[in-house]
């Protein structure tokens, strides 16, 4: 059984880190303790096995959104037994100062959200505008169908019009001698009287 005494700097203070080390320490089965300093570093004594100790050690190197350890100093001495679990020490006042980071960390979650929404808010705001513009767009086109179709009914009237004048005009200039029966020797005759 041997002793580890570990000084660790960075952002170790007041984001999590005391309970995260008192997890893994206990998952070891090591004994001891973990307290802030106040110099903002965090003192971790821990006694076990060495390899637990050692496994300890890196794991308690974390690197996330709110913790960053920044540099661990390590020593090894004799174990003394002095523990029966692995514990976190707080300090005075110190809920009160966790209670103070938390409220820091939920305004910046505020602010964060805040912003987000604003930024969505502006997408919208500018799909908006495009799904305005795609509106008038297909107004427009529709506007320019409905002209399409009054045109091609108007055309469609002065075609039947000029097919009925035509059918008026040949049976005036045939005076009457167009007699159309529905056998095909009947139309070649009219063609031939017509000819003449």
């Known amino acids: ?14 984001v999590g880190y005391r309970s995260r080390v008192v997890t ?67 300090g005075e006042r110190e809920t009160d100062s966790r209670l103070d980071t938390a409220t820091v960390f939920l305004k910046e979650l505020i602010v964060v959200v805040r912003d987000g929404f604003i930024e969505t808010n502006s997408r919208l705001g500018s799909m908006d ?18 002209k399409m179709v009054d045109r091609i009914d108007l055309a469609r009237k002065e075609i039947v019009s000029e097919v009925r004048g035509l059918r008026s005009d040949l049976k005036g200039r045939l005076g009457g001698r167009l007699q159309v029966r529905g056998r095909r020797g009947d139309y070649l005759r009219v063609r031939v009287k017509m000819e003449s």
């Open 1 to 14: 059984m041997r002793r580890l005494t570990a000084l660790i700097s960075g952002r170790v203070q007041h």
């Open 129 to 146: 505008c495009k799904l305005g513009a795609m509106t008038v767009q297909l107004e427009r086109i529709a506007r320019t169908q409905e």
């Open 24 to 90: 893994m320490a206990r998952t070891l089965d090591l004994k001891g303790y973990v307290r802030n300093l106040p110099d903002s570093r965090v003192k971790v004594v821990a006694e076990g096995e060495v390899t637990d100790l050692e496994r300890l050690c890196r794991a308690i190197r974390i690197e996330d959104p709110l913790i960053r350890v920044e540099d661990i100093q390590v020593q090894y001495s004799e174990a003394k037994g002095a523990w029966d679990d692995f514990y976190k020490i707080a």
